[in-house]
C-alpha cells in the first residue's frame, strides 16, 4: 500500500486499506529536516496523520483537516517503514495525532527501539504514551475560521474550532508530563496580547515551570512568499517580549512542497 498522495516516501507494505483491518489514517511518511522549533535541522522521519479536531484558517496541512485523505496502516506497518530510513528522530504529526488511540501504541512501539518522538500538537488532548519533546501549538483567536477567512465554506467550522482550541488544564497536563515546547503561530502584533494572557494562566495552572525561551513565536504563511510578509515583523516581536524565534525552515528551503 503507497504512502498516501503519492507523496515521496518509502512505501508501506501493509493489509488492506480501511478502518476494519489498519490501526491508522497516514497522510504522509517521509524524511526530512525538522523545520521548526528546537530541533530545527534535524533529520527526521516524519509521520503524518490525517485527521483533525480544530480547523484553523490557515492549515499547512490541509489534507489533513479541511479534506482529509489518507490510507489506513497497522501500526507496525507504519514502525517498519520507519526502520527504512536512517533517523534516529520521529515526529508524529497530523492533523492532530493524539485523536486516534493507535498514537499511543505506535509512541510506545518506537520509545521501545529507542527513537526520540516528537508530537507536534494543538494542546487538546493529553496522551498515555512516552514522548520526548510535546510541540504544542496552541490556537489562538486569530485562527479561527470565520466566514471571511474560511477557506473551505461560509465559517460553519467556527464556533466548533472556537469552543475547543484553547484547554489551559490540558495545556497544564501537558507541561507537566512532557518535557515542552509552546509554538505559537503568529499573523502579527495583535496576537500578542493573547499569547501573554494563555502564558499567564498557564504558568499559574501548571505545576511545572514554563520559562520564557519554552515559548516560541512562528510567522505564518505557507510559502516562501506569505512568510517573506511575516518573518521580520515576528522576529522583532520575540526581541521585543523575550521569547524565541524559530524558523519555517523547511518552507525556506523547498516552499509549500509536500513530503517536506
Known sequence: MPVANDTPGVDIEGTDADAETGDLPINELFQSLQGEGRLAGVPSVFVRTSGCNLRCWFCDSYHTSWEPTHDWFTVGDVVAAIDEYDADHVVLTGGEPLIHDSSETLLAR?????????????????????????????????????????????????????????????????????????????????????IERLIDRLRDAASARVDDDDVLLMP??????????????????????????????????????PGT
Open 220 to 257: 505564518e504563511g505557507q510559502t516562501r512568499d506569505q512568510l517573506e510578509s511575516t518573518r521580520e515583523t515576528v522576529a522583532d516581536l520575540a526581541l521585543e517580549y523575550g521569547y524565541r524565534y524559530t524558523p519555517r525552515l523547511h518552507v525556506d528551503l523547498w516552499n509549500d512542497a
Open 110 to 194: 518506537l520509545a521501545d527501539r529507542g527513537y526520540h518522538t516528537t508530537v507536534e500538537t494543538n494542546g487538546t488532548v493529553v496522551p498515555d504514551a512516552p514522548i520526548d519533546l510535546a510541540s504544542v501549538s496552541p490556537k489562538l483567536a486569530s485562527s479561527t475560521p470565520t466566514a471571511d477567512r474560511d477557506p473551505d465554506g461560509d465559517g460553519e467550522w467556527a464556533d466548533r474550532h472556537e469552543d475547543r482550541r484553547l484547554d489551559v488544564p490540558t495545556l497544564a497536563e501537558l507541561v507537566e508530563s512532557y518535557d515542552t515546547q509552546l509554538k505559537f503561530v503568529v499573523t502579527g502584533r495583535e496576537d500578542m496580547a493573547e
